[in-house]
């Protein structure tokens, strides 16, 4: 089996989290810091933007392959998927140490959380009824 659909968004997200990484160490190279973030609050935001990419977008791929591999429609994979990529684009910039509240942080966050529970709910769905 293939995941045509899938794996359009693993390229692009992967792509993506390649950019948030060399970010954090293309900061740590000019601080010098090259464990954790020392007193560099600038560096701990570009570090917990990309951690939290790399706790939640792995789950949501494999959920929404998961999904595909058992018949979900192309319209709601790509659904899925377009509402990941955006949350995972709006999330980081609502990270901010200043500012706790930003709703932009939440709106990635609840994208991100919708986007698997498009996926889950099929799958379930599917064997509920199946």
């Known amino acids: 089996m293939t995941f045509e659909i899938t794996t359009l968004y693993i390229a692009v997200l992967a792509t993506y989290a390649i950019a948030l990484g060399a970010v954090v160490s293309i900061h740590r190279a000019k601080s010098g810091i090259s464990i954790l973030h020392g007193d560099d609050i ?18 949501a791929l494999l959920v929404m392959a998961a999904a595909e591999a058992m018949g979900l429609g192309a319209t709601w994979l790509h659904g899925a998927g377009l509402l990941l990529l955006a949350g ?43």
């Not at 600038?42 to 789950?59: D, G, Q, Y």
């Not at 932009?104 to 609840?110: D, F, V």
């Open 42 to 59: 600038a560096l701990a935001e570009k570090i917990r933007r990309h951690a939290n990419f790399t706790e939640n977008v792995p789950l």
């Open 88 to 130: 995972r684009l709006v999330h980081p910039l609502g990270i901010q140490h200043d500012n706790p509240k930003n709703v932009l942080r939440g709106i990635g966050s609840s994208m991100t959380s919708i986007s698997m529970l498009i996926c889950i709910v099929y799958i379930i769905w599917n064997w509920v009824v199946a």
